[in-house]
Each structure stands twice: as C-alpha cells, then as structure tokens.
C-alpha cells in the first residue's frame, strides 16, 4: 500500500486590498508598486481590487495588465467600508492591508512591516510613515482619538497654530518624532495593516460610514479589543490624496464632518457625544462657508478688481468731461454713477468673459474684442432709453479705460509672477526625465502627444541604478557640471548623472522632474524626493513602467494631476465648454417650446421632459461622453456622438469610445446640434 503524503497548501502571508473609483491611472502605478513590494516579500500574497462602479477602464486595465489580482466588480458603488469588507470576508492572509489607490509603496515595505508584525504580537494595527506627491511628511500618518477636545482644537485651528504643543497638537501627534515608532491611537485607512486575529476578534470596518471615519472607528475597537496601533517609519509610501473626494470642497467639509458625528454617537457617552455634534455641525457650517467663500473668492476677485478699476477710471473720466468738454455744463446727475455706470461695467465683462479674455493663455485680442462688443452693446441700447441717455463720448472713452485698466491689471499679475511682460504666451514649464535614453524618448512622446506647454531640456541619466543600491540615489550637493557639453535643445543628450541632480535642478532653472518608474524603483524616487533641494520648489511626477500616465501632486491638499494621451480634449477647453453650455440653453428652450409636437415622437414623454429640465439646470447635457471617461466634473450626457452613427446598435463599447473621444478631441458646437437633429427621436434617454 503507498501512503501518499499530503501538502498543505501554502499560508497566505499577506491580503492586500485596494477599492477603487475612477483613478485608473493611480490605481495602475499603484498595483505596479504592490507587484514589485510583493516579489521582495518572497511569501504567498492575495492581492484584491474592489472596483465600485468605475467609469473610466478601471476593470479593464486591472484584467489586462493584471491577471493576478483578484477583481471584484461593483455595478454600484456601495462606499469605501462596504467595499472593503467584500474583499476581507474572503480574504486568507495573517496579515490584512487596506491601502488606497492614489499611493506608490516602497519595495520593501511589506516585507518591513510583516516583519514588524512578526516581532510585536500585541500589534492589531499598523501605519507607516505617508509623503505627498513632493515628498513632504503627511502628518495623518499618525494620529490621536478625536475626542471632543481634540477634535475642537483640531476644527478651530489652535492644532494648526500649535502642532507641536501636546495639548492642542493632539490630533496629528505633532509632539511625536516622525522619524521613531510609536504606538499609537488611530490609524489612517490610506495604508492600514492589520492582524487578522484582531480583526476576527473587533470586527470589519463599519458599514454605517460612506467614505471618512471608518479608519478612526476600527483603530478605537482595535484598542478597545486589548490590541496596540503603531506607527512604523521603517518604510514609506507615496500618498498622493484628495482624489476620490477634493479635500477643499464643501462635499468633502460634510461627509468628513458627518463622519465625526457617527463617532462620537456610536462610542461617546450620551451627554459628551450631543456636546461633540453640537461642535462638528457648528464647525461643518464654519468650515463650509469658509471653502464656499474661498472658492468664490479665486473666481470673483479678478472681476471685482476689474469693476473696480474701471469704475473709478470712469468717475475721473466723468469729471474731466464734465469740467471741460460737456456741451451743457453742469453734473451729471447721481444716478449716472450709482447705476448706468454698474450696467456698464458688467455689460463690458461679461462680454470680455464670453470672448475668453479670462482664459489663459491671456491675449489681448480677447479683451480688446469683449470690450468692443460690450461697447457696441451699451450704445445700442442706449439709444432706446432716453432716460439713460448721457454720453456717447463717455461711453466710448469707458470702453477704452476698460480695455487699458484689464489689460493693465492682466500685466501686472503676469509680471509679478513671471517677471516678464510677454502676456499672450503661455509660460513653458522647464522639464527634466530621470531616467534612460529609450524612458525619456517615450516621455517625450507622451508629453508631445498630449499638448503639455513644456521644454524637455534633457534627461538625466541613472545608468544601472538597480544593481548600484541606493547610495547611488544621494545627489551630491557640488558635482562637477559642464553645461556645454549638453544642449539644452536637444532632448535625447544626456545632462549628467544622477548625483549631479541638484546642482542640474539650478543650472537649468528646472520646474518639474519626471522620474521613470521602469528604470528607478519606488524607494529610490522616495528618497531623491526628501534628499533633493526643496529651492528652488520643483515639481515631481512619475512615468510607471508600460504606462500611458504620467503622474503627480504639487500638494498634499490638492488633488493628483496627470499627463496622458487624451488631456487636451477641445471638448473641455474653456471657450468650447462655455458655448456648448450656451448651446444646451438655446436647444432646451426651443425643445420645450416644440415639446407638445415632440413627445408624440418619444419613447419616454416623462425622460424627455425630465431632460430637459435637467439640461437647463446644468446636471446635464445633450450630447456627450457616455462610454469614455470624462473629467470627474463633467455632467451626464443624454446622448453620445455614437448614438448619430449609422447601426449605431451594432457598434461594441470600444468602437462607441473611439468615436467619443474624436468628438472631444476635435469638438465644435456644430456636432451637438448634428447628433440632436439625427437623434430628436431619442431625447428622452435615461
């Protein structure tokens, strides 16, 4: 009899799970960075994306370029616990990391951390040390229980004045080396590894917060539950932020806030938890109105200033004329000043917004043309209201104050910025590739392809960096350069090597770094970024390896940026998207007119009517992307330029995108108005 040995199947070191919406292109270098952190563990890993009904090939890329990863698909989006929790009931590994989509780990970041976990059985939790896009320290890697005195100082902004005070620095442990472990009360869900023990013993992340909070709450029960939460600074990770939600905006200030609130109900005693929530809703109006004011602030201030200057251009102009040239001497009356001149102001800018004068790149053309416009308008009508008719001399001398007064305010802003005079061109940014000879080639190409307004000056070569280890990456601070032997014209010329970079960042008066993630690994960008200068500021982004992105943060606040095939879309260039919306106006209105003809004709009177209404409110427009990926802000489209093609039915999803995406890329108002007459029987799609 052979007695057959029986194998048991090898232990699950580590679960790695990532929920995704909408960020296809972090998500890609993200899951490249998990791959290479996953082959320097050197033990079974089960890595998990959750994708909660992106828009934007985020399932596709993932099955294409990663057939390892365990997918699961979301036809809703059910929010950050839920989704989580999907991939951690099935999930197999000692070890459980939740990590967010928009960040790069370091190659040895699991094997780092697993090993900690190893040495600390009391760990249930753990953090490690977070940087933004620019390499600067994220100070949520570490954080205290939002108690209600913590949480005040934190939403009054005493923590911000005093991070490092022990009292009022609390909620960012301010006080705390960021470069020393510390055990510590809350986690962030960005990178959150966990003991699967502990979470069998506390539980999942609860389902009742949306997005926000949830990190908090497990990391409360983790301690509650007799376990420690440690932050770990042996390894780091990129974490660009603020894509999902946009920190600054009013949706961001109630989901977090509200997300307090559920804290403090669910662990707070009675009495101290209606105390709390009285806080975070006066804070949530605070905050709001502060974000509502500062948005409106960056919009309105150049018109305000604007107005301004033309009116008190105006008042002087006024009483010169009056004084020397006015053919009935006397004053004009009070109410010249007080209201025609207002309706004259905005007469002038809203005509000189409408023509682009406040697009950049700023030409003068533009404002030259609103104002005339503006101008011609302000006669004509004039000239039917004989109660209004003052001037026609001050009119036109207005419109010429207007012109030198936004074309004068344009330069000085320009200049003072730029330190140069030349307004109507768009000031290139200076560019440098850290990378290989055939790397920098195809970012100049994806650059090229994508309309960047930049000067690749060259690229810095990093020769055999893998084999060399990461003292290789250390800039030296006063390498020998000779900037002759380099043209700065010719792109594919090497400008030095990789310790030379900070003295190449000065030399060529450089403004942003792209590194390219085939050649350098994750832990060596990380470590040029805190090594390198930080004056001159330089920007940073990365090329991952195969990818079409090319990815960065100027911020830790602001939300990541990228470089890609399809960034210059005619479609969402500011003039075009302003006369599409003027379009959707004008049809809608003419729709509802013809609306008891039309809904003889359509599928769905109720869809019909609904979108019209919706199309005249702005949440939605005619004709539009539905298959390809827009930007975050773009609104629902009724219809797609496929839907005007001949067999339109018979046409696959990828065939509808490509058609889609040269609509955008070549767009002119004429197409919507082709695609309405094409499709009139189908205006009450939903």
């Known amino acids: 009899m052979t007695v057959m040995a029986v194998i048991s199947p090898p232990v699950v070191k580590l679960s790695v799970i990532i929920v995704n919406y909408n960020v296809c292109y972090f998500l890609e270098q993200a ?23 992106s828009a934007d090939g985020s399932v596709a890329m993932v099955r294409a370029r990663f057939p390892e990863v365990i997918l699961i698909a979301n036809h809703d989006n059910p929010g950050f616990s839920k989704a989580n929790n999907q991939a951690l009931r099935i999930a197999k ?92 009360e809350v986690l962030s869900g960005a990178f959150m590894l966990m003991r699967k023990a502990a979470l069998d013993q506390v539980g999942l992340l609860d389902e009742d917060y949306f997005m926000y909070g949830e990190d908090i709450d497990l990391s409360y029960r983790l301690t509650l539950g007799g376990w420690k939460n440690y932050y770990f600074p042996g390894t780091r990770i990129i974490h660009y932020k603020g894509e999902s939600t946009k920190r600054t905006s009013v949706n961001y ?18 009495g101290n938890a209606g105390t709390f929530s009285l806080l975070i809703n006066l804070a949530i109006w605070l905050r709001a109105g502060a974000a509502v004011l500062e948005r409106l602030a960056q919009r309105v201030a150049p018109l305000l200033l604007d107005a301004g ?43 000189v917004f409408l023509s682009g004068g406040y697009d950049p790149p700023v030409r003068t053309s533009r404002v030259v043309r609103g104002v005339f416009v503006g101008t011609l308008v302000i006669s004509a009508v004039s000239n039917f209201l004989d109660a209004w008719r003052f001037s026609k001399a001050l009119i036109i001398l207005g419109g010429a104050w207007a012109v030198a007064a936004l074309v004068g305010r344009q330069l000085l802003a320009h200049f003072l910025k730029y330190r140069d005079l ?51 990456v250390e800039p030296e601070r006063h390498s020998p350069i000779h900037p002759f032997t380099h043209s700065p014209t010719e792109p594919s010329e090497a400008l030095g090597e990789l310790r030379q970079l900070a003295d190449i960042i000065r030399l060529y008066a450089l403004d942003e770094l792209i590194f390219c993630g085939k050649d350098l690994p994750a832990s060596q960008i990380i470590a040029l970024m805190l090594a390198l200068p930080h004056d001159p500021p330089v920007a940073y982004k990365i090329l991952p390896e195969d990818s079409q992105y090319i990815i960065g943060s100027s911020s830790k606040d602001s939300p990541g940026d990228y470089y890609t095939l399809d960034i210059a879309l005619n479609l969402y260039q500011p003039r075009q998207a302003r006369a599409k919306r003027l379009l959707d106006l004008l049809s809608s209105a003419a729709l509802l007119l013809l609306a008891p003809l039309l809904l003889w004709f359509q599928a769905s009177k109720t869809g019909f009517l609904g979108n019209v209404l919706k199309v005249l409110t702005g949440r939605r427009t005619w004709v539009g992307l539905r298959y390809a990926a827009g930007p975050p802000r773009a609104v629902p489209a009724v219809l797609s330029p496929a839907d005007a093609a001949a067999k339109s039915s018979l046409l696959n999803d990828a065939t509808r995108r490509r058609l889609e995406l040269l609509y955008a890329k070549d767009y002119e108002p004429g197409m919507d108005l082709g695609v309405l007459w094409r499709c009139w029987r189908r205006l009450g799609n939903v």
């Open 31 to 53: 899951l490249l960075s998990v791959r290479r952190a996953v082959e320097k563990l050197g033990q079974p890993v089960e890595v998990f994306v959750v994708d909660n009904n």
């Open 93 to 184: 590994g000692e070890y459980q990391l939740l990590l967010n989509p928009d960040t790069v780990v370091e190659e040895d970041t699991f094997r780092a951390c697993c090993e900690f976990m190893d040495q600390h059985p009391d760990c249930g939790g753990l953090g490690v040390k977070m940087l933004d896009g620019q390499g600067r320290f994220l100070p949520e890697s570490k954080r205290a229980l939002p108690t209600p005195a913590v949480a005040f100082y934190k939403m009054f902004g005493l923590a911000a004045l005093f991070p490092k005070s022990r009292t009022f620095g609390r909620y960012h442990l301010g006080f705390l080396d960021n470069d020393k472990t510390h055990a510590v």
């Open 253 to 270: 200030v109630f989901v977090f806030y509200r997300a307090m609130v559920i804290f403090a109900r669910k662990h707070f005693a009675p």
């Open 309 to 351: 200057l033309i009116w008190l251009g105006v008042f002087f102009l006024k009483e010169y004329w009056e004084n020397n040239h006015k053919f009935v001497p006397g004053e004009y009356p009070p109410q010249y000043m007080l209201l025609a001149v207002p309706a004259y102001i905005v007469v002038w800018l809203t005509s």
């Open 422 to 472: 030349r307004l109507s061109e768009r000031r290139q940014k200076n560019i440098a590739i850290v990378g290989s000879g055939p790397e920098s080639r195809r970012v100049r190409q994806l650059l090229e392809t994508a309309g960047v307004q930049a000067r690749v000056i060259g690229y810095v070569n990093v020769g055999d960096i893998r084999a060399k280890g990461k003292e290789a």
